[in-house]
């Protein structure tokens, strides 16, 4: 039986000093998180984690006010400015330990699924990384339902009777803006990229302006079907991942309504959870497995930053490390940093060393080739001598 109820409700037994998580990216449950924030207000001690949540953050007042507790393993918007602020926590956590760290610590989970079909199925869209986890683990689940939600198959499954309560959604599903591609420098770096991708070869692609534009890139060439794609989806891979040679394994669905649309019932897509996408066994198991990933600096031996800078935390780990080990592991596999030589604003993201406090994300042996608008770095085998040369090579100046 569907245990359907307000949202009020549905809070009604969430006890003080509850541990909450919720689901992340383009499933974040605003309307939950809406109604948790006032909750919070007058329950004690409630602490809320969350990977990247999209949306208007509608908990913050209670973050500030001190009411609720929120960590996060991957700071955006709103949350990375609590983080910095000293007003929340940060967790730094590769994506392939989220189960193992949520696993017997959560006491609510919220989640944004689609209605139930004639069986009982929910399905969580476009998020499938920890929620599988979460559901087996936590002790109360709580589900706003949204029907604009894309029916998607595979680890987004679940079922009405692990549902504990299901609220209406009042607010629409959450997309992902992308990043700014009025850089001309970005199709450059693409470009560069896909020349060192092989035929046959399965790839994934981190999310950014330049990742993203590889994605694009691939998505419209001659010859798109030597590619198959696992991991993140976002708009400009829809082509991609059409052409995709073989069916998709996708992690997170990260785009607006075309994609949201796109995906819906699309048998090409199979959701999966971090325990197979972001576990580098089960990734060295393909062949030419290529991981293309961005970063917000990386110095002269090869050492990637890409969640602090400077003792400022600017984004989360992800699945950076787990996808660069898994390609380290691969028959032909590859490991590509991929990121303009300057910020927007014009300071060096390739850098002597990295300023005091940085805390680096992927040390230097995990780093194949590095590649700018300036050109290809391979350090792959190479000395510390000739990776600095090749590094100053591709930063567009002195170093």
Known sequence: ???????????????????????AYCGTPETLLTELGRRAERTDGLVLTTGMTFGSFPFEPAVRSGRLKYRTWHPYGPGRA?????????????????????AGNVDVLLLRVSPPDRDGWCSTGPTASFTPAAVETAKM??????????????????????????????????????PSRSDPRVEVIAGHVAELIPQGAT???????V??????????????????????????????????N????????????????????????????????????????????????SAASVDLTGQVVSDSIGGRVVSGIGGSADFFEGAHLSDGGLRILALASTTARGLPTIVEEHPAGTQVTIPRHSVDVVVTEHGVAWLRGRTAGERREAMAAIAGGEK
């Open 246 to 293: 073989g069916t998709v394994l996708a992690v997170e669905l990260m785009g607006g309504p075309e994609l949201m649309k796109w995906a819906n019932r699309n048998s090409r897509i199979e959701m999966t959870s971090s325990d197979r996408v972001h576990d580098p066994v089960f990734l060295s198991r393909t062949d030419k497995f290529i991981s293309v990933n």
């Open 203 to 209: 790839v994934q692609l981190g999310f950014g302006a």
């Open 82 to 102: 609590l983080v910095n602020e000293g007003l929340a926590e940060y967790i730094p956590l590769r994506a392939s330990d989220v189960r193992r760290t949520i």
């Open 211 to 244: 990742t993203e534009a590889v994605g694009e890139l691939l998505g419209s060439s001659d010859d798109p079907f030597r590619i198959r794609v696992l991991g993140m989806v976002t708009d400009q891979m829809i082509a991609l991942a059409d052409a995709s």
């Open 1 to 23: 039986m569907v245990n359907q109820v307000s949202v009020a409700r549905a809070f009604r037994d969430v006890e003080p000093g509850a541990r909450i998580l919720a689901a």
């Open 141 to 178: 689940v709580v589900a706003e339902v949204d029907p604009d939600l894309p029916r998607t198959a595979g680890d987004s499954r679940v079922h009405l009777r692990d549902i504990t309560y299901l609220v209406d959604s009042d607010e629409p599903t959450p997309y992902y803006p992308g």
